[in-house]
């Protein structure tokens, strides 16, 4: 069976809306009509917009649209029963139904022009739905207590002296005793609260936008609701809820920020006193950093489905092209950036440790999930340093994949030292803490052997530098007395201790993606174990330290970009950068 529906063209500036006829039966057949409403007006005929995944398409569910057959995906088919009304119709905008989704040429052209208006579309929507599925009486129960949560937050930082008083009124009907659950209710709260944070919704790309723009965002899983506001303030209120899943970075805490930031504002730039300084674009890389660990059918929507919040916020992506593919697009969107944002810290946002054929390395790769391992390096270091303001964001040679821009030469590497890796499989504990001393056995006599370091430092202070990769404050921790042998006892038997080893290779495990180098100008520092001797350390623009990698053939300056470094002496503008020593690195 196919679907029969047939599509007109879309005038300019305009979308369609279906009018879900209502049913007394949830098993009656569905059916709808659709029209076309234009954007133009100042008002718009109310409509809701549905916000939900639209899941596996395996086994299709039909709906009559005037008369023609519809297949539909299931979650998509439940949301729409759920929602019909048993008297009268409801106007609702669906995606899968008001945008054409065909394959061929018109119907791209018509996907194109409708995502690029996706923003307005949920900002003139009168309320975004949040379709989560099926519903059970956990659920019923745990959307009543939400909005309790963040009243009484509102109450303990508003009125402490009432706060008393209402806990005491609130308890009799909700179980709550003076701010603390009930045993028996909090275990099946944070039960419901923990299944619907696995909802695949929160992991949906899409999402992120949907909810920024509605006026009113209300959650709805079977039969029960609840406000998107009272959701998200009771997760913050109430630290119980989360459970042991999700962190204060979560995908939840990204879109009450992106919501909170954007809320009343138009499509045409987000009010500038809703951020400070530096935080609108420190809030905007971390929702760059944050979608590539979120899912989208079409890979192209990483891009797409956050197209109107840069818009609004200022920054112009290239229009959506559904044509084009995937590499072009990030890649576009990318140098879009750096123009719009005149800084190139995007780079940072997700360090690359191997390449992506035809990814361009200084282009994120948001099709990677979860590639962690040289992101310590960026805690360790701020990512930004002293801005070249004599020197152009980007030279001429910037564009078909390349990005030119000006920096300095810190060194070469011309040594590493580095401990094996804990997923070796012929790693054994006795093998990684004989590997791991002797590691710093080279480095103590590399230490031994610096007469003058470059900055000036002194020596003392750059035997640190092995620790970065595990934490900064080692030395007065379980490792004291590994770390005071290693830094200062060449010669003489380390300490043999189960604890100390233990606590050796635990932490070899959490770092032991990561080497130490030395360059040939007398530097040292840390960086990822992908780099290797020969590779640049160098400052580009903004950035802190990157170990660059010389294209191979005849190829003058054009690097890939490795991993970022930690560079003792060359960090937050510690290294001098005089216009006269800037050269063009051409990246790759």
């Known amino acids: 069976m196919e679907s029969t529906f047939p599509y007109e063209p879309l005038p300019a500036k305009s979308i369609r809306v279906i009018k879900l006829l209502p049913a007394l039966h949830t098993d009656d057949p569905l059916q709808c009509s659709i029209r076309t409403v234009s954007l133009s007006h100042e008002r718009v005929e109310p409509y809701e917009a549905l916000s939900y995944v639209w899941g596996e398409r ?43 989704q065909a394959t061929d040429d018109e119907a791209t052209k018509e996907r194109n022009t409708q995502v690029k208006m996706m923003g307005e579309v949920y900002l003139r929507a009168r309320r975004v739905l949040i379709w989560l599925g099926p519903g059970n009486a956990a659920t019923s129960t745990l959307f009543r207590y939400l909005p309790i949560f963040g009243v009484l937050d509102r109450i303990s930082d508003d009125h ?35 299944a619907i944070l696995k909802n695949p919704w929160f992991e949906r790309v899409w999402t992120m936008q949907e909810v920024a723009f509605g006026r009113k965002c209300v959650i709805i899983q079977g039969q029960s609701s609840v406000d998107w506001e009272s ?84 920054v112009s992506l290239p229009d959506p092209d559904y044509e084009k593919d995937v590499t072009t697009v990030f890649v576009e969107a990318t140098e879009a950036y750096i123009r719009s944002r005149q800084s190139v810290d995007i780079i940072a946002i997700i360090p690359p440790t191997v390449d992506r054929p035809g990814l361009p390395s200084w282009v994120p790769d948001w099709l990677s999930r979860n590639r962690s391992n040289p992101s310590l390096i960026w805690k360790i270091a701020d990512t930004r340093t002293k801005r070249l303001h004599a020197a152009p964001l980007l030279t001429e040679n910037t564009g078909d994949g390349k990005l030119g821009v000006m920096g300095k030469t810190v060194g070469k590497i011309a040594k590493t030292i580095c401990c094996p890796l804990i997923g070796d499989p012929y790693f054994t504990t006795e093998t990684g803490y004989a590997e791991a001393l002797s590691s710093c056995v080279a480095w103590r006599s590399l230490i031994d052997g610096i007469d003058a370091y470059p900055s000036g430092k002194d020596s003392r202070d750059i ?35 189960d604890a100390v080893l233990d606590e050796v290779l635990a932490k070899r495990k959490a770092g032991g993606g990561f080497l130490v180098f030395v360059l040939d100008t007398g530097y040292v520092g840390t960086a990822h174990r992908s780099c290797g001797v020969g590779d640049l350390v160098a400052l580009l623009s903004s950035l802190n330290p990157l170990v660059l990698r010389p294209r191979e053939g005849n190829r003058p300056r054009e690097f890939r970009i490795v991993t970022p470094a930690y560079c003792e002496g060359a960090m937050s503008g510690d290294l001098s950068l005089e216009p006269e020593e800037l050269e063009e690195f051409v990246l790759v």
């Open 231 to 314: 959701f998200c303030r009771a997760y913050i209120a109430e630290p119980n809820l989360r459970g042991s899943g999700r962190t204060a970075g979560d995908l939840i805490l990204h879109r009450w920020r992106l919501y909170l930031s954007l809320r009343g504002s138009s499509l045409q730039k987000i009010p500038r006193a809703r951020f400070e300084g530096a935080k609108q674009v420190d809030f905007e890389l971390g929702l760059l950093a944050e979608i590539r660990n979120m899912q989208a059918t079409v890979p192209h929507d990483k891009i797409y489905s956050l197209y109107a919040v840069f818009q609004t916020m200022g």
């Open 463 to 497: 035997e640190r530098t092995l620790l970065r990769p595990y934490h900064t404050n080692v030395a007065r921790g379980p490792l004291g007395e590994w770390y005071r042998w290693a830094m200062h006892c060449s010669g003489t038997a380390p300490p043999v201790d």
């Open 160 to 194: 402490p002296r009432l706060e008393n008083i209402l806990y005491s009124l609130v308890a009799q009907h909700f179980d709550v005793n003076y701010g603390v659950l009930a045993r028996h209710k909090r275990s099946q709260l944070v039960d419901s609260m923990t």
């Open 58 to 100: 395996a086994r299709l569910r039909l709906m009559y649209c005037d008369g023609a057959r519809f297949l539909l995906a299931k979650n998509c088919y439940e949301a729409l029963v759920n929602l019909r009304r048993k008297f009268v119709p409801r106007v609702l905008w669906i995606d899968a139904v008001c945008i054409n």
